[in-house]
């Protein structure tokens, strides 16, 4: 997959301008960006809408970029045009490498590909910022203990930006202990570890369908 997050070095080449123009457009408030260290960083879904103002298409976009120097850049291009048109969002938190990869298996492998798209995240922290940076996810699957950031704490923040959002929790732990942490959260279900993968993908379609 690629990328979540782009240099305004790279916004730069993308769109043709100064990297200064980049900064006065974020401090303009014309594209949203963080602060990370010293750096200034855009989140993919800005970069996404600033392709559709600019209409551009991937073939622009290669033909705009160095194909040595910024190969990273064009196949981030090549995921967006490809993957992020009228698709829902399920956005996948989980500290376990080995569950999120199942997750992407179970939509690489079914017709989860067909009306809806994925983004996994093992860090819960990382997983707000960019949905705090406009990538609004129609359904958030979140493990319930995480370090940092726990499952409930990341979905009661993103319920405060997208009232909207689905939620779905997975857990190993009694679900009575989630539910006294959630009694003012409505939830669509709790996924009890370990789950079958049948039976998320039921979830997942129930939900969005």
Excluded at 62 to 76: G, K, R, Y
């Amino acid at each position: 997959m690629s990328k979540l997050f782009f240099s305004t070095s790279e916004v730069a080449r993308l769109f043709k301008v100064n990297r200064v123009t980049i900064y006065r457009w974020a401090k303009d408030g014309k594209l949203k960006a963080y602060e990370i260290g010293k750096n200034m960083k855009i989140p993919i879904s800005e970069v996404r809408r600033l392709l559709n103002e600019f209409g551009l298409s991937l073939t622009e976009i290669q033909d705009m970029c160095d194909s040595t120097e910024d190969a990273e850049l064009i196949e981030s291009a090549r995921y967006l045009s490809e993957n992020w048109n009228g698709k829902k969002l399920v956005v996948a938190i989980d500290d376990n490498a080995d569950l999120l990869t199942l997750i992407e298996n179970l939509f690489e492998q079914t017709d989860l590909k067909d009306f809806c798209r994925l983004l996994t995240f093992s860090d819960s922290l990382e997983a707000a910022l960019q949905i705090g940076g406009g990538g609004k996810p129609d359904v958030l699957l979140a493990d319930v203990r995480m370090s940092g950031l726990d499952g409930v704490e990341l979905a009661k923040k993103v319920r405060s930006m997208h009232q909207d959002v689905k939620i779905i929790f997975m857990s190993g732990y009694p679900r009575e202990e989630i539910e006294e942490r959630i009694t003012d959260m409505e939830v669509v279900d709790y996924l009890m570890k370990p789950f079958d993968f049948k039976t998320l993908h039921s979830l997942i379609h129930k939900t969005l369908h």
